[in-house]
């Protein structure tokens, strides 16, 4: 699911509600888009993050974020390169294993996402790891670990529990 489908408003136009709501980094994921496509959506989300003190984080296009000045890279981890983790200011990556997250601390990640925590329409019929999985993750490193998956308001608690630095909500906050 994309951010079209949860918001009748364009993603930029969302980004002063996702800050108001105290968001402070947007990873761009939108896998089906074409890379052209995608620069031109990253350009006007990046003038937005920029006029609202937001941080945008290009997910699977290097190339877009060099020809935008982006510094911030989110990779899937089959992709995640020692040398993409040297290039950019801040890189992160997605884990579902401890044995994915030694992969991404060996090639240098800066942060990991782990999921999906809870059951979630973009993975469904898929049973979530839980709060247990989450918890094995943070313990597992000393990178910080963000819960992704099923993520709302109502859980951050719990989530906090886990030893996870914060949590990526999709669909919450495209209704803001």
Known sequence: MTARNLCPRPLWEQIPRIRQAGIRRVILREKDLSADAYTDLAERVLRACEANGVTLVIHNFPE???????????????LLTAAL???????GTSVHSLEQLKQAEQCGADYVTAGHVYATDCKKGLPPRGTAFLREICSGTALPVYAIGGISAEKLPEIAQTGAAGACI???AMRL
């Open 64 to 78: 877009t974020a060099r020809q935008l000045g982006v510094t911030a890279l989110h990779m899937p981890l089959p």
């Open 85 to 91: 983790c040297a290039e950019f200011e801040t890189v």
């Open 170 to 172: 999709m669909s919450g």
